[in-house]
């Protein structure tokens, strides 16, 4: 049977293919400290959970319009005007069944073939995976461990070519935490702006921040006429499976990804909007909770890592992930992953699963306990203390 060109420009996601091997091997009998998924250990907040289960009650289960409910988008559009201060309504809003969703449509909709996006390497790979589906052209900015993972917004201006239409960035980052300062925001919207390039901005992690403040590019005054910002529930609320993502972008685009949604998956849960509306308008207790507990693990997990021979590691500003540097072990990024997993038990993730600039690095998750994380930190230097 034949298949299409360009399904074979699809990637996988390295933190899928590693859980994979970990299960072979917890089926062998073996222990394994997950440390490669990036995914929230706690549970979705009590009164989200109950905000579901009434709609579904209530009888919320039919088709909602393809773009989302119109009062879950206006509670989105107020959410984005309080958090970013800006002013849109919501038919600046769409509602998809999570973040991915939006990346693929957005491309989809904006890019032709052969136009260049550029994209943060090391950097989350559905981003070129889906470039490249689209028929575009990747084209990869280096993240610096020397500028805190920040990429040098000169570095822009020396990869624009007539071809280049959208700059993807993404700040708190995966896979480094490292979070754009606002400066950088303005230098990256002026550049947009100055060659007629669209921004878009993956912001799932904009509520998991430390020692800093979030700030979004759709704040700049203007901005929001050539940007998506995307974000959602995944993160910040612990609702992984519930498939919730949303953005905001100017009118015309959102009626695009409408007609999109329409031809695609014709529309998100609808018992899961409710849900989702009583996230961003109830109680916020147990997301703060849920920051400072992240907060004492990244403290941990980087003293930990600054431990051991061989390693040094930043401390990231945001989201759930640390990025250390693991060149002075003498092992490759891939090497030094399936070491620690075959040998010690610790599931973490090549750098290179982020793209060619990852070298020399791993990601891991701190989505995890603290006891857990002690213990993958002990096994990590008895297995490199034991190549000597």
């Known amino acids: 049977m034949q298949y299409s060109d360009r399904i074979e420009k699809l990637e996988s996601e ?43 009650r209530d009888g919320h289960t039919h088709y909602a319009p393809s773009g989302g409910l119109l009062e879950a ?19 600046h809003v769409i509602i998809m069944p999570g973040c991915k969703p939006l990346i693929y449509c957005t ?23 889906v470039a490249r589906f689209v028929g575009a052209n990747p084209i990869p900015i280096k993240l610096r461990e020397e500028n805190e993972f920040r990429f040098l917004v000169s570095d822009i201006e020396k990869l624009i070519t007539p071809k280049t239409k959208m700059i993807v960035i993404n700040s708190p980052e995966n ?19 100055k060659h007629d390039l669209w921004i878009m901005s993956d912001e799932i992690y904009s509520r998991l921040v430390y020692d800093t403040e979030f700030k979004s590019v759709a704040t700049i005054p203007g901005a929001l006429e050539r940007t998506v910002a995307i974000d959602g529930l995944s993160k910040t609320y612990a609702m992984t499976g519930w498939r919730l993502g949303y953005a905001a ?28 509306m009583e996230a961003l308008q109830g109680p916020q207790g147990g997301v703060h909770k849920m920051v400072e507990e992240f907060s004492r693990r990244r403290d941990v997990i980087v003293e930990g890592l600054n431990k051991i021979e061989g390693i040094s590691c930043l401390k ?38 982020f793209g060619a600039n990852g070298e020399g690095y791993a990601r891991f998750s701190y989505a995890n306990s603290i006891e857990n994380i002690q213990a993958a930190l002990a096994q990590i230097e008895r297995v490199l203390a034991n190549r000597k």
């Not at 490292?178 to 303005?186: A, H, N, S, V, Y």
């Not at 972008?249 to 409408?258: I, Q, S, V």
Request: net charge negative.
């Open 249 to 276: 972008m100017p009118k015309t685009l959102a009626d695009y990804l409408f007609t999109m949604a329409i031809n695609t998956f014709s529309s998100t849960a609808t018992f899961t909007q409710y849900a989702m």
């Open 175 to 193: 896979p480094t935490g490292g979070i754009l300062t606002f400066e950088d925001l303005e230098a990256i919207y002026a550049i947009a702006k």
């Open 107 to 129: 491309m989809e909709a904006i890019l032709n073939p052969g136009d260049e996006v550029i994209v943060p390497d090391p950097g989350y790979p559905t981003y070129r995976s």
């Open 316 to 353: 990231p500003q945001g989201a759930f992930y640390v990025f250390p540097n693991i060149t002075k072990t003498g092992l490759t990024s891939d090497q030094f992953a399936d070491l620690i997993l075959e040998e010690g038990g610790v599931a973490g993730l090549a750098g290179t699963a």
């Open 73 to 91: 988008r206006q509670v989105v559009a107020d959410y984005y005007n309080k958090t970013r201060n800006i002013s849109i309504n919501g038919e």
């Open 14 to 56: 390295g933190a899928f293919v590693v859980l994979a091997k970990a299960r072979k091997l917890e089926a062998q009998g073996k222990k394994i400290i997950h440390l490669q998924i990036g995914e929230p250990d706690f549970a979705t907040p009590a009164n989200i959970c109950e905000a579901g289960v009434s709609a579904i």
